[in-house]
């Protein structure tokens, strides 16, 4: 299984971003996919989250200008990120929650690569 995520870059204050993630390889199912993000000297932390009924939970620091979409059948997470501030600069991390292989697998958790994202001010 892998993930791979894509969309990062340099944007100005007040613009917009699309990240987009794919999960390829064996998967019968996936609990939730979500969007972290670490910036220099933090820890990671969650940005957003989709569940695969299609809840959604938010870190309030970008509650009401992200918003997190995921295709189930495509493996799919993407995240649309407006009015992005300096303080969204960080590397932001797909993460697949208790993916399954296969039914009678156990779940596993999956991270992508990373991807930068740079808001200037």
């Known amino acids: 299984v892998q993930l791979q995520a894509s969309g990062g870059g340099l944007v100005q204050a007040g613009g917009s971003l699309r990240l987009s993630c794919v999960a390829s390889g064996r998967i019968f199912s996936i609990n939730a996919m979500g969007w972290y993000r670490q910036a220099p000297g933090k820890e990671r932390e969650l940005v957003a989250r989709i569940t695969s009924s299609g809840d959604t939970n938010y870190d309030d620091s970008v509650k009401g200008r992200f918003t997190i979409s995921r295709d189930n059948a495509k493996n799919t997470v993407n995240l649309q990120m407006n009015s992005l501030k300096p303080e969204d600069t960080a590397v932001y991390y797909c993460?697949?929650?208790?993916?399954?292989?296969?039914?009678?697998?156990?779940?596993?958790?999956?991270w992508g690569q990373g991807t930068q994202v740079t808001v200037s001010s």
């Open positions: 993460n697949a929650d208790s993916l399954r292989e296969r039914w009678y697998l156990s779940p596993h958790d999956y």
